[in-house]
């Protein structure tokens, strides 16, 4: 009974909030994926993709991105339930449903459980890998066995589950002794764990080529042995202590006050205890690698914006191996009213603190901002654009839409963009969209008031000086639908606020550049530039 008190508790919070539509970023690549069964970038995951097919025919409910957010919501709502499973292991019944409830709203596994993303996929196979640690001796074999099976398919589903597996391999280790798996045992594991991760056998059937998908995988694109390379900073001490401190201010944000004190306790206390001394040290290696070690290794400033967005994920782990411990402070407690209020306490309060910030049920700023998009560049363009939203955006579009038209999104680093839209603009009609003044005039591309004609959120580059079009109420064609999480200072936000402002900041150049005299252009640029002001201009 239990066990459907926390799966539930925690599946309608996460579809009460989730996105209705399309959200921003990495989301609309893996919904493309999804329809498509085509990989999405590196390193590709297969898992997402056939999962992700599998449940929108199985639930052909409601628009597709929706439905490949509820799968995130049965995810992270699945994990929970795996890690109350765990903890009543070692404490009472009622104190960890509230532990695993703690997770599930814990800010960084709730805010990727209401989105089409992986995380929430991971959050389960890390769950699960900590509930088959510990069993009846006779289920050993089994165990070992599924084990293996969820860490290949947990690799595939995101490679960041290795820096979780010293844990896991340390208590298992342990819990072994004095008697090691049997070789007939190790065999059948390996066996599964390679049947597992063969899911990347997808990976070249569908790219058709076995060095490309060799390149996907390893993520060449980004940087084999780092998060992204293009985003790295030298390995310093102070680095490394600005990322300490930032990944303490954000755990300590993650999910309670509670949480890091009752985890120290937990692992005092259980030092102490020869039952659980292992298991504290599994999971404080757990913590220090997923945490601090890949901070570390990613040489990431979180103080740049869209590294602080890409390193969100990485406290999902840390978050989780937080709770692990802080049940066997818990266990510590003999009274069991106060472990209770103390359990309550943790789910409560990171309920409360996160639930304003991460309801997204009416938050339709990343779908406007693509059908917009969409809506206004005509069939058959030459599109030069910049940013996830847009880009995966509008191949999402594409793919959904197919009979509508065929659009070339060029997004390519390694190729010469002013070169390609020199030809590509030959035969169609050529935008640019999300690209600042300053870099398109370092692509050779002029933003003279006869080179680029305004339109809201594209901006078409003229073949010639007279060529123009005389529309000028442009604001007149875009919709940006208010959402109170455009007030937040969430990366996701960030980014479509920036995208409009930016197109409300050229509109004004371009206005001023072909009518001096125009009297107003001044406010209306300042306007744009003053994210309070955003949900009230945009209409």
């Known amino acids: 009974m239990m066990i459907i008190l926390v799966f539930l508790s925690s599946l309608i919070t996460y579809l009460y909030c989730a996105y209705p539509a399309l959200a921003p970023r990495d989301g609309a690549d893996l919904l493309k994926s999804a329809l498509t069964l085509y990989p999405a970038h590196p390193p590709g995951y297969p898992l997402y993709a056939l999962s992700g097919h599998l449940f929108s025919l199985i639930f052909p409910f409601g628009n597709f991105a929706y439905r490949l957010n509820l799968l995130s919501a049965i995810w992270g709502a699945a994990s929970s339930v795996f890690l109350y499973l765990w903890a009543r292991r070692k404490t009472d019944d009622i104190s960890a449903a509230f532990i695993g409830l703690s997770f599930a709203f814990s800010r960084s596994l709730w805010k990727f459980s209401l989105l089409p993303e992986m995380y929430s996929t991971q959050a389960f196979f890390l769950s699960l890998l900590l509930y088959l640690l510990e069993g009846h001796p006779q289920s050993r074999p089994r165990r070992l066995i599924l084990s293996a099976l969820a860490i290949g398919v947990g690799i595939v589903n995101h490679q960041s589950l290795i820096f979780s597996l010293p844990a896991f391999a340390y208590l298992w280790f342990k819990n072994s002794q004095p008697e090691a798996p049997h070789s007939h045992d190790l065999k059948w594991a390996g066996l599964f764990f390679l049947f597992g991760i063969c899911l990347y056998a997808y990976m070249p ?12 995988i390893t993520r060449a694109q980004y940087g084999t042995l780092e998060l ?13 202590f600005k990322q300490s401190l930032y990944l303490a201010q954000q755990l300590w944000k993650s999910s309670s006050p509670l949480l890091i004190p009752l985890s120290l306790i937990g692992f005092c206390l259980a030092w102490k205890n020869p039952r659980e001394k292992n298991s504290a040290v599994a999971l404080l290696i757990g913590l220090l690698i997923s945490g601090p070690g890949f901070l570390f290794l990613s040489r990431m400033d979180a103080s740049n914006w869209i590294a602080k967005s890409a390193l969100e994920p990485v406290f999902i782990p840390a978050t989780f191996f937080l ?18 209020f103390f359990a309550a306490g943790l789910a409560l309060w990171a309920f409360e603190s996160h639930f304003p910030r991460l309801s997204h049920r009416d938050d339709f700023t990343a779908e406007d901002y693509v059908e917009d998009l969409f809506r206004l560049l005509p069939p058959s363009s030459a599109v030069l654009a910049r940013g996830d939203t847009a880009v995966f955006g509008l191949k999402y579009e594409e793919a959904l839409y197919p009979a509508l038209s065929s659009r070339l999104i060029h997004s390519d680093v390694d190729l010469n963009p002013a070169q390609w839209l020199s030809q590509a603009s030959q035969d169609h009609p050529a935008f640019v969209l999300g690209i600042s003044f300053p870099e398109l005039t370092s692509l050779g591309i002029p933003t003279g008031p006869n080179a680029l004609t305004p339109c809201a959120l594209v901006q078409k580059i003229s073949s010639s000086a007279g060529a123009k079009i005389p529309e000028r109420n442009f604001w007149a064609l875009t919709v940006l639908r208010p959402s109170p999480q455009l007030e937040y200072p969430d990366s996701y936000a960030h980014d479509i606020r920036k995208s409009f402002a930016l197109a409300h900041a050229q509109d004004s150049i371009l206005d001023a550049q072909e009518y001096p005299a125009l009297s107003d252009w001044n406010a209306r640029w300042a306007a744009a530039l003053d994210p309070e002001d955003y949900h009230l201009v945009l209409k």
Do not use: D, N, W, Y
């Open 205 to 216: 059937i569908e790219l058709q080529s076995i060095p490309i998908a060799f390149q996907a």
């Open 323 to 340: 709770c692990a411990l802080a049940v066997l402070g818990l266990s510590a407690i003999a009274s069991k009213p106060l472990r209770i």
């Open 228 to 240: 992204f390379a293009g985003l790295a900073q030298p390995a310093s001490f102070h680095l490394f």
